[in-house]
């Protein structure tokens, strides 16, 4: 019988974690003692490892049923990294390599598999399994057996009938992040969990950062929102396929690399664009809502939605699809009053494809409705956009400032602008006194004159950068930096700006700037930014990493996760002991890639002096 303590062992020196995440101990030692288990944690929360743990130090084999083919071989990928011996059988490998898997399985190669529901019916599949030792059967996206949830998958109804034809039967784990009471019933009853212990964490993603932005072109907004985070992993969300196409088309004529993806795509089309996202060769990604269901790429850093979805289940399953490593990410909306109309088009259209009877159809137009009202709240209202996320889904809040969304900084009734003075500081600077207050604002702006072309200032790399804070404020924060001698105007006919005597503060960001509100009601929001620690460092491993990934032909994200990373570049570890204290530095991947990266850390600390320091 496995213990709790092999469990906080495995956690340490597989998956190289210090400590578990919260649902996470209370799943783990419900499993490892043999009690069934429900658990119900937000995407991102740290799911599989509440099942990889048990199955590792498992006797028998553990089967994860999934119905979401593309996320396995990631998920397996994944594993193998962490030396645990892991495998999947489904349809996207030929009859000859299935059966070829089922016969090392049966050699007790693997200690977990990965299945689709439909595969537990196959006679190749049942024979395997009577005959095998199994100790787990895991139920993930668990709310597909019921069909309260939002995707019933009728395949799921045959897990319990194949527990059932066991000759043991193995504890089962059932998982999710979305289940209302009702549909949690259903999961226990559907999948006949034995007085399963219920695991309940809080929905809260405090790593996120909400905003909404009510643009009046929403091309300009996302143009200069996607500028600012170049080099970010990026999602945009549109609601139908045309956006999807012309948003594509926009940010591609504006030198932007995106992939696209929509239902109307074939499917070599789409898995190409999934497979280049995944892998971190193509930055953004736009997309419709078909795009995500089994997307499992832990760094992407935002998510902007540039048309309101149609209610806020869906909105908080796509932003949630940023951040998934705990790495502080952004959830943009763009909401134009346009979006109302459109989203109870789409209503109508899937009532019509339904078939449902006239009753029920109204009483289902009745909800979807009440349910876009709640969006259209979301979107419009002033109070914090967390709380209003939470107390919809039935959680409720202790504060109603949770200070890390839009509603919340507007509040305030003023915002640190000392990031973005930073860069109107650098770019004067780099202009030597040439160009006037006008001519400043409109580079940050983007907008281009003649002027502008011929001395090639729009090909400076500040061009654009402000756009969507707008003309006013640009204004407003050079007024500020004028009034406190961080920028001076020099003494000509017609003033230019220059660096002033605090300008180096502000580059440092010692200098903090502050500016008021627009009082227009337009509300300029700037995401929080910690700065992480020794960023060079960060991008030093991250191309490591990079050249590590390509050579095995695996998304980057499998070698070591942006968390990671940054551990690592905080820590800076200069011996194995101390590469072992990195988060998600387990023993395995210490082997593999442990030297590699000390040798570069060395080299770091080498070339920035540290040595002589210690
Ligand atoms: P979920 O399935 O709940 O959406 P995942 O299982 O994909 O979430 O985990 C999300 C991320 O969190 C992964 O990168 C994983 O390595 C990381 N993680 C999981 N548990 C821990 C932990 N105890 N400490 C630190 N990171 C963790
Ligand atoms: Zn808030």
Same mark, same amino acid.
């Given at each position: 019988?496995p213990?709790?303590?092999?469990?906080?062992?495995?956690?340490?020196?597989?998956?190289?974690?210090?400590?578990?995440?919260?649902?996470?101990?209370?799943?783990?030692?419900?499993?490892?003692?043999?009690n069934d288990?429900?658990?119900?944690?937000?995407?991102? !929360?740290?799911?599989?490892?509440?099942?990889?743990?048990p199955?590792?130090?498992?006797?028998?084999?553990?089967?994860?049923?999934?119905?979401?083919?593309?996320?396995?071989?990631?998920?397996?990928?994944?594993l193998?990294?962490?030396?645990?011996?892991?495998?999947?059988?489904?349809?996207?490998?030929t009859?000859?390599?299935?059966?070829?898997e089922?016969?090392?399985?049966?050699?007790?190669?693997?200690?977990?598999?990965?299945?689709?529901?439909?595969?537990?019916?196959?006679?190749?599949?049942?024979?395997?399994?009577?005959?095998?030792?199994?100790? =787990?059967?895991?139920?993930d996206?668990?709310h597909?057996?019921?069909?309260?949830?939002?995707?019933?998958r009728?395949a799921?109804?045959?897990?319990?009938?194949?527990i059932?034809?066991?000759?043991?039967?193995?504890?089962?784990?059932?998982?999710?992040?979305?289940?209302?009471?009702?549909?949690?019933? +259903?999961?226990?009853?559907?999948?006949?969990?034995q007085?399963?212990?219920?695991?309940?964490t809080?929905?809260?993603?405090?790593?996120? =950062?909400f905003?909404?932005?009510?643009?009046?072109?929403?091309?300009?907004?996302?143009?200069?929102?996607?500028?600012?985070?170049?080099?970010?992993s990026?999602?945009?969300?549109?609601?139908?396929?045309?956006?999807?196409?012309?948003?594509?088309?926009?940010?591609?004529?504006?030198?932007?690399?995106?992939?696209?993806?929509?239902?109307?795509l074939?499917d070599?089309e789409?898995?190409?664009?999934?497979e280049?996202f995944?892998? +971190?060769?193509?930055?953004v990604?736009? !997309?419709?809502?078909?795009?995500?269901?089994g997307?499992?790429?832990? /760094?992407?850093?935002?998510?902007?939605?540039?048309?309101?979805?149609?209610?806020?289940?869906?909105?908080y399953?796509?932003?949630?699809r940023?951040?998934?490593?705990?790495?502080?990410?952004?959830?943009?909306?763009? =909401?134009?009053?346009?979006d109302?109309?459109?989203?109870?088009?789409?209503?109508e259209?899937?009532?019509?494809?339904?078939?449902l009877?006239?009753?029920?159809?109204?009483?289902?137009?009745?909800?979807a409705?009440?349910?876009?009202?709640?969006?259209?709240?979301?979107?419009?209202?002033?109070?914090?956009?967390?709380?209003r996320?939470?107390s919809?889904f $039935?959680?409720a809040t202790?504060?109603?400032?949770?200070?890390?969304?839009?509603a919340?900084?507007?509040?305030?009734?003023?915002?640190?602008?000392?990031?973005?003075?930073?860069?109107?500081?650098s770019?004067?600077?780099?202009?030597?006194?040439?160009?006037?207050?006008?001519?400043?604002?409109?580079?940050?702006?983007g907008k281009?004159?003649?002027r502008?072309?011929?001395?090639?200032?729009?090909?400076?790399?500040?061009?654009?950068?402000?756009?969507?804070?707008?003309? $006013? /404020?640009i204004?407003a924060?050079?007024?500020e930096?004028?009034?406190?001698?961080?920028? /001076?105007l020099?003494?000509?006919?017609?003033?230019?700006?220059?660096?002033?005597?605090?300008?180096?503060?502000?580059?440092?960001?010692?200098?903090?700037?502050?500016?008021p509100?627009?009082?227009?009601?337009?509300?300029?929001?700037?995401?929080?930014?910690?700065?992480?620690?020794?960023?060079?460092?960060?991008?030093l491993?991250s191309?490591?990493?990079?050249?590590?990934?390509?050579?095995?032909?695996?998304?980057?994200f499998?070698?070591?996760?942006?968390?990671?990373?940054?551990?690592?570049?905080?820590?800076?570890?200069?011996?194995?002991?101390?590469?072992?204290?990195?988060?998600?530095? $387990?023993? /395995?991947?210490?082997n593999?890639?442990?030297?590699?990266?000390?040798?570069t850390?060395a080299?770091? !600390?080498?070339?920035? $002096?540290?040595?002589?320091? !210690?």
């Open positions: 019988m213990t709790m303590a092999q469990a906080e062992h495995t956690l340490n020196s597989v998956f190289g974690y210090p400590e578990f995440r919260e649902g996470q101990k209370e799943s783990v030692e419900a499993l490892v003692e043999g288990v429900l658990s119900i944690m937000p995407t991102g !929360a740290g799911k599989s490892l509440c099942y990889q743990i199955a590792v130090i498992a006797e028998g084999i553990t089967l994860v049923i999934s119905p979401l083919i593309s996320l396995m071989k990631d998920q397996v990928n994944v193998l990294q962490y030396g645990v011996e892991a495998t999947f059988i489904n349809s996207t490998l009859p000859k390599q299935q059966i070829a089922i016969e090392s399985a049966k050699q007790g190669k693997f200690k977990i598999i990965y299945i689709a529901p439909e595969r537990l019916t196959t006679e190749a599949f049942s024979e395997f399994a009577t005959h095998a030792d199994i100790s =787990y059967i895991i139920v996206e668990a597909c057996v019921s069909q309260w949830g939002q995707d019933f009728p799921y109804l045959n897990i319990a009938p194949f059932r034809s066991l000759k043991h039967r193995p504890v089962v784990g059932a998982f999710t992040a979305t289940a209302t009471i009702a549909v949690q019933k +259903d999961i226990a009853r559907l999948l006949e969990l007085n399963p212990k219920t695991v309940l809080g929905f809260d993603r405090p790593n996120l =950062y905003e909404v932005i009510r643009p009046t072109d929403r091309d300009s907004v996302l143009l200069s929102y996607v500028l600012k985070r170049k080099g970010q990026g999602i945009v969300y549109c609601v139908t396929r045309r956006a999807v196409e012309e948003t594509t088309e926009m940010l591609k004529a504006n030198g932007i690399e995106v992939a696209r993806y929509h239902a109307g074939s070599e789409r898995s190409q664009a999934q280049d995944l892998q +971190d060769k193509v930055p990604i736009v !997309a419709t809502n078909a795009f995500g269901m997307i499992d790429k832990s /760094n992407v850093q935002f998510v902007i939605h540039y048309q309101m979805p149609k209610d806020l289940e869906s909105y399953q796509e932003a949630g940023a951040g998934r490593d705990g790495e502080p990410a952004e959830c943009c909306l763009l =909401y134009m009053k346009q109302i109309p459109l989203a109870n088009y789409l209503i259209h899937s009532l019509d494809n339904a078939f009877d006239p009753e029920t159809a109204s009483n289902v137009r009745k909800q409705e009440d349910r876009l009202q709640q969006m259209v709240v979301y979107a419009t209202g002033r109070g914090c956009l967390r709380n996320i939470l919809y $039935g959680e202790t504060s109603v400032y949770c200070g890390n969304c839009s919340c900084l507007a509040q305030k009734g003023e915002q640190d602008v000392t990031r973005e003075a930073g860069l109107i500081v770019l004067v600077m780099s202009l030597n006194g040439k160009y006037d207050r006008t001519m400043v604002t409109h580079i940050l702006c281009q004159n003649q502008m072309i011929d001395e090639k200032l729009n090909e400076h790399n500040s061009f654009g950068a402000l756009a969507a804070m707008g003309e $006013g /404020n204004y924060i050079i007024d930096l004028v009034g406190s001698e961080v920028l /001076n020099t003494d000509e006919e017609h003033p230019c700006l220059v660096a002033g005597h605090y300008a180096k503060d502000v580059l440092t960001g010692d200098y903090p700037v502050r500016i509100l627009d009082r227009g009601g337009h509300q300029v929001v700037i995401p929080k930014h910690k700065e992480p620690e020794n960023e060079d460092l960060f991008r491993l191309k490591l990493r990079l050249a590590i990934a390509r050579e095995q032909r695996v998304p980057p499998v070698i070591f996760s942006n968390s990671t990373l940054r551990d690592m570049a905080k820590r800076i570890p200069r011996n194995r002991g101390e590469m072992l204290r990195v988060n998600g530095v $387990g023993e /395995n991947k210490m593999r890639y442990g030297d590699t990266f000390l040798t850390i080299f770091y !600390a080498k070339m920035k $002096g540290l040595d002589a320091k !210690a």
